[in-house]
């Protein structure tokens, strides 16, 4: 098991504060091994004594006695020392515990108490995290591999690193597939099992939807146009040219759900002449990519399109903000926003002549601004910069942060 870096680094500023940490993301990207190395890294660097470490998880019969906000409070008073100033509570899948909010807001009381839960998203959304926490809590989205954290799963099969970043983009993302020996049916059947358990408990089941396959319909749609600006119009239209009729209130439910559920993250415009998010066209991306490779085949001509979610998972990993820009015929792919500071990047497969530079570059010519400009690609060989435009292959932007 590796350690998710990333998470840890970031997670470590608001060890201590009396906010809940809620620790979510899609199906089967480790949230529970997650926070197990929070536990880890209490015990081991910052020498909590176990004795102040309450762990719960209810997906283990060990615990399954713990049915009420009663129960778990009870079980955290008989476990927890009273030795010691600090005490740290780890709650796994708590939405099995009824009215565990109660519990919660109860011990947020006393800044004696440090909390870390998880839960599954068939049972509880991040939009209902204000009502059961009053707002004292922060969100932890913990995404599937990294490009960096699947090089460390293949320490002992390292290849050439071009080679193992297109194996990165075809597959390998969820960190269980690299336990199933390049098995590709086994492969297959867990991924179609992960993403049919999303689509139809977290989303079918809950919201009771009749028509699972005009759901279906749509993601498909979704994941064939990662990188096309679209709109709920434009999806409607082409629904009905399917011979598709639905609303597009309805669709937009149906859009929800996606992102409730994280399968989709969805990126807004930003209008750069009057500083605001505009509602109109936005940018759907993939958690991970490898269910829309699941559901449409990998083919190496969407190469472009696969880059581009990679570079946005990326910036997403390194708790960037994100939207785009569009005008007329001119689109930055993505502006990055952290800490007061902008970044704009353009991501393409390869600059292969003047046409293609001028496009990716002119573009910036728009921007009257000081913030770093990144053109993006698969290119080894770069020319000089221009215009101070950094030229940067996508890889080694990964890699070298």
């Given at each position: 098991?590796?350690?998710?870096?990333?998470?840890?680094?970031?997670?470590?500023?608001?060890?201590?504060?009396?906010?809940?940490?809620?620790?979510?993301?899609?199906?089967?990207?480790?949230?529970?091994?997650?926070?197990k190395?929070?536990?880890n890294?209490?015990?081991?660097?910052k020498?909590?004594?176990?004795?102040?470490?309450?762990?719960?998880?209810?997906?283990?019969?060990?615990?399954?006695?713990?049915?009420?906000?009663?129960?778990?409070?009870?079980?955290?008073?008989?476990?927890?020392?009273?030795?010691?100033?600090?005490?740290?509570?780890?709650?796994?899948?708590?939405?099995?515990?009824?009215?565990?909010?109660?519990?919660?807001?109860?011990?947020?009381?006393?800044?004696?108490?440090?909390?870390?839960?998880?839960?599954?998203?068939?049972?509880?959304?991040?939009?209902?995290?204000?009502?059961?926490?009053?707002?004292?809590?922060?969100?932890?989205?913990?995404?599937?591999?990294?490009?960096?954290?699947?090089?460390?799963?293949?320490?002992?099969?390292?290849q050439?690193?071009?080679?193992?970043?297109?194996?990165?983009?075809?597959?390998?993302?969820?960190?269980?597939i690299?336990?199933?020996?390049?098995?590709?049916?086994?492969?297959?059947?867990?991924?179609?099992?992960?993403?049919?358990?999303?689509?139809?408990?977290d989303?079918?089941?809950?919201?009771?939807?009749?028509?699972?396959?005009?759901?279906?319909?749509?993601?498909?749609?979704?994941?064939?146009?990662?990188?096309?600006?679209?709109?709920?119009?434009?999806?409607?239209?082409?629904?009905?040219?399917?011979?598709?009729?639905?609303?597009?209130?309805?669709?937009?439910?149906?859009?929800?759900?996606?992102?409730?559920?994280?399968?989709?993250?969805?990126?807004?415009?930003?209008?750069?002449?009057?500083?605001?998010?505009?509602?109109?066209?936005?940018?759907?991306?993939?958690?991970?990519?490898?269910?829309?490779?699941?559901?449409?085949?990998?083919?190496?001509?969407?190469?472009?399109?696969?880059?581009?979610?990679?570079v946005?998972?990326?910036?997403?990993?390194?708790?960037?903000?994100?939207?785009?820009?569009?005008?007329?015929?001119?689109?930055?792919?993505?502006?990055?926003?952290?800490?007061?500071?902008?970044?704009?990047?353009?991501?393409?497969?390869?600059?292969?002549?003047?046409?293609?530079?001028?496009?990716?570059?002119?573009?910036?010519?728009?921007?009257?601004?000081?913030?770093?400009k990144?053109?993006?690609?698969?290119?080894?060989?770069?020319?000089?910069?221009?215009?101070?435009?950094?030229?940067?292959?996508?890889i080694?932007?990964?890699?070298?942060?």
């Amino acid at each position: 098991m590796i350690k998710r870096e990333v998470y840890l680094n970031k997670i470590k500023s608001y060890i201590d504060l009396n906010l809940v940490k809620v620790i979510t993301g899609i199906r089967r990207s480790w949230k529970t091994y997650f926070m197990k190395q929070i536990i880890n890294y209490l015990i081991e660097e910052k020498w909590i004594n176990n004795e102040n470490i309450v762990y719960i998880d209810k997906e283990n019969l060990e615990f399954d006695f713990i049915n009420d906000y009663k129960d778990l409070d009870g079980y955290i008073k008989k476990k927890i020392s009273w030795f010691g100033w600090k005490k740290y509570i780890f709650i796994d899948e708590i939405q099995d515990i009824s009215l565990w909010e109660k519990t919660i807001r109860n011990y947020l009381k006393n800044d004696d108490y440090d909390i870390y839960i998880t839960w599954s998203n068939s049972n509880l959304l991040s939009s209902e995290l204000s009502t059961f926490l009053t707002w004292r809590y922060i969100e932890f989205h913990i995404y599937p591999l990294s490009f960096k954290e699947f090089l460390d799963f293949r320490w002992k099969n390292k290849q050439e690193i071009k080679e193992e970043f297109y194996n990165y983009i075809k597959f390998w993302w969820l960190p269980a597939i690299h336990n199933m020996n390049f098995d590709n049916e086994m492969i297959y059947s867990y991924i179609s099992w992960v993403f049919h358990s999303i689509l139809f408990k977290d989303i079918v089941a809950r919201y009771s939807i009749r028509n699972s396959s005009l759901l279906l319909d749509i993601f498909k749609f979704l994941a064939d146009n990662i990188w096309n600006v679209v709109s709920s119009k434009k999806i409607s239209d082409y629904l009905k040219n399917e011979k598709i009729n639905i609303s597009v209130d309805t669709l937009r439910e149906y859009l929800g759900y996606f992102q409730n559920t994280f399968l989709l993250d969805k990126v807004q415009r930003y209008d750069l002449k009057w500083k605001k998010l505009l509602d109109l066209y936005e940018k759907y991306y993939m958690w991970d990519l490898w269910f829309r490779n699941y559901l449409l085949w990998y083919k190496i001509w969407d190469i472009s399109q696969l880059l581009e979610n990679v570079v946005y998972l990326e910036l997403k990993t390194r708790w960037y903000e994100i939207t785009i820009w569009k005008i007329s015929d001119l689109e930055v792919d993505f502006i990055a926003k952290k800490d007061w500071i902008i970044e704009y990047y353009q991501v393409t497969y390869i600059l292969i002549n003047e046409s293609t530079i001028n496009r990716e570059f002119w573009v910036f010519d728009s921007i009257n601004d000081n913030y770093p400009k990144y053109v993006l690609s698969m290119d080894e060989i770069f020319d000089n910069n221009r215009s101070w435009i950094l030229r940067l292959n996508i890889i080694d932007w990964i890699l070298n942060k």
